[in-house]
C-alpha cells in the first residue's frame, strides 16, 4: 500500500505566477483534502474533493482551485501569486463514506515560496 | 463557526514526569476529535481520535463535552514523545478538519 505523496516538494515562484501542485492519494481512497500551514500556525482547510467534485471550500479566494482526477489524484492551481502565499500545502487523502474509516493521511507536503 | 485552541505553544517537561498537552474546541454539535502529531522531519500523523477511546505510545485523551475540551495525557514522558502536536475537530465524517496551532512538546533527559 502506497503513501499519499505530494510533487515537488520545494517550489519557488515570484509575485504575479501561477503555480499547480500535485497529489498521489494512497491506494484506495477516493477523497482528498488540501490545506495550507504558514510558519507557526496549524494547517488551514483550502478545499476537499470527493469522487472528482469540489465537496467543501474554505476561507481562500478563487485563485486557489483544484482538480481530482478518475484515479483520485489532484492538483491545486494557485493564480495571480502573492507573498502571502508562501506556505507548506498539504494534501490528505481518505476513503470516505458509510463504513469507511473517514481517517486522513497527510503527505509531506510542498513548500512554496513566493519572492 | 468551529475553533480549536491550543493555548501552549510550547511545553517542556523532563523524562518520566507526566505530561498533559491542552485543547479546547468550540462547535455547537457534536464533533469529532482528533490529535495529530509530526515528529522532525516526518509528515502529520494521526496519533488517536476519542471515538477510538484508544491508548497510543502510552497517550490517551478524553472528549469533556461540558468543558469543550480535549486533552492529550500521557504520565510518563518518553524523549522520543519531543514532536509538534495538533489537536483537530472534524463536524462531521468526511468534512474538513479545523486545527490547532499546536503545541511543540519538548521531553528533556
Known amino acids: 500500500e502506497t503513501g499519499v505523496t505530494q510533487s515537488p516538494t520545494h517550489l519557488i515562484k515570484t509575485r504575479g505566477q501561477q503555480v499547480t501542485l500535485r497529489c498521489s492519494s494512497q491506494?484506495?481512497?477516493?477523497?482528498v483534502s488540501w490545506y495550507q500551514q504558514a510558519l507557526g500556525q496549524g494547517p488551514q482547510f483550502i478545499f476537499q474533493?470527493?469522487?472528482?467534485?469540489?465537496?467543501g471550500r474554505g476561507n481562500f479566494p478563487p485563485r486557489f482551485s483544484g482538480l481530482q482526477f478518475p484515479n483520485y489524484s489532484s492538483e491545486l492551481n494557485v493564480n495571480a501569486l502573492e507573498l502571502d502565499d508562501s506556505a507548506l500545502y498539504l494534501c490528505?487523502?481518505?476513503?470516505?463514506?458509510?463504513?469507511?474509516?473517514?481517517?486522513?493521511?497527510f503527505g509531506a507536503g510542498t513548500r512554496l515560496s513566493v519572492l | 463557526a468551529q475553533r480549536v485552541t491550543q493555548p501552549e505553544k510550547l511545553l517542556s517537561v523532563f523524562k518520566g514526569a507526566p505530561v498533559e498537552l491542552k485543547c479546547n474546541y468550540s462547535?455547537?454539535?457534536?464533533?469529532?476529535l482528533f490529535w495529530y502529531v509530526q515528529y522532525s522531519r516526518q509528515r502529520l500523523q494521526l496519533l488517536l481520535r476519542?471515538?477510538s477511546r484508544e491508548s497510543i505510545k502510552g497517550f490517551t485523551a478524553d472528549l469533556n463535552k461540558g468543558e469543550t475540551s480535549f486533552h492529550l495525557k500521557k504520565p510518563f514522558a518518553q524523549e522520543e514523545d519531543s514532536a509538534m502536536y495538533y489537536c483537530?475537530?472534524?463536524?462531521?465524517?468526511?468534512?474538513?478538519?479545523?486545527f490547532g496551532e499546536g503545541t511543540q512538546l519538548t521531553v528533556n533527559p
Open positions: 490528505a487523502s481518505s476513503l470516505e463514506g458509510q463504513g469507511a474509516k473517514n481517517i486522513q493521511y
Open positions: 491506494s484506495g481512497h477516493n477523497t
Open positions: 474533493y470527493y469522487r472528482e467534485e469540489e465537496n
Open positions: 462547535y455547537s454539535g457534536s464533533p469529532e
Open positions: 476519542h471515538i
Open positions: 483537530a475537530l472534524r463536524a462531521w465524517s468526511g468534512s474538513r478538519l479545523t
